[in-house]
């Protein structure tokens, strides 16, 4: 079996990755479903803003309590109610769309519960793989599962379009509230695999205080890096992706919206091919410098894709750029999961993803700015800029450079460290 496969042969994680790609299936459908609902009920653009800041907002400001919840209950009891609430909140939508216009009284409150369920359950989704998979085959789960999301980008809107096209929103939705239900059904069967595979721990006595995310944050430096070059990172990709870009293939590149398309066709599809190598790669002896090295070509690409001067060429580019974020992504957050404390996994996932997630409308409103003013091309070189300089801030760091390397720093000892000197027992 190829060694990205090898997770697959492990039912626990078999089955979470099954319920995922048909909840990314589902999430396509509705990003397809609900503009095309709104604008064509006659909802306008504004009613379709409120939708949308109520389904971000709330999910943004839940990832932090997600992971804190994961960590206190287990991740799966938090996924499983996630994905229970939002399944009957998809359902409400399909009923809504079927029997009416679009309300923003109705469409608010289950944007927000959608939104608010996505939240609480992306740190889990994240902290729950690395207790399916022994350490070895841990990578190539992370990269699967990235892959799963990245081909239902890729392939999801085109089928949901034509779902939308010639049978309306409503079904669409019903879908989505389906792949929903089907991710709980595959969580219930992780959980008896959990079950019937679970060893007892042992009995030791307990001699140190609780860990908190205050003490790791406090003693561990290096994940305030990580935190730098995440927050640096999506600085730059927000305003690229959902700005710059498409101004740029509006702008000088004078393509159609087909030519767009296929853009970001050509990311999105180097992204899943470096989701696939990553996959096929053995564990890295200095993973916190391989990744470092991969973002720092993304960089450089990134700063060059506006000068290319075709199609054809920038196309090219963002193949290549998206295969070294795919792949980057992929070694980091293995290296993540491999040094957080495992109590402290999904609280420290979910203040990662809220550095990422919280930039992104800082990421696009100067991304905004800049297209304004100056037009796309200085945009990039500043994306890349900003991220350089935060991945060379972090090489700086021995800590950083050492970070995942074949005789890493013990998660216990990171442990003990950070129980040590946390003061109280409150968790953040």
Known sequence: MPRSLAPLRHRGFRLLAGGQLASNFGDAFYAVALPWYVLAEHGGALLLGTVLVAYGVPRTVLLAVGGHASDRWRPWTVMMTSDT????????????????????????????????GEGLFLPGSFAIIPTLLPDEDLQAGNALSSSGTQLATLVGPAIGGAVVAFLGAAPAFAIDAGSFLLSALTLAGVRSAERRTAVAPPVVEVTTKPMTLRGLLRTQPVLQVMLLVSVAANLGSGGVSEVAIPALAHGPLHTSAAGYGG???AFGGGALLGTILAGQMRRAR???????????????????????????????????????????NVVTITMFQRWVPPDLLGRATGLLMLASFGIFPVSVALGALVVQNFGPAPFFPLGAAALALAIGAGLCQPAWRNLGADQPEDCAVVADQASSTAGGTGDH
């Open 286 to 328: 200095r993973p916190a410098i391989l990744g470092s090295v991969v973002f720092l070509a993304e960089a450089v690409l990134m700063a060059l894709v506006p000068y290319l001067g075709s199609v054809l060429l920038v196309g090219a580019a963002l193949v290549g750029f998206g295969l070294l974020n795919g792949f980057g």
């Open 263 to 265: 853009l970001i066709a």
């Open 85 to 116: 609430v939002r399944a009957l909140a998809a359902a409400a939508l399909a009923v809504a769309a079927a029997t009416g216009p679009a309300r923003a009284d109705v469409l608010v409150p289950i944007a927000v519960v959608l939104g608010a």
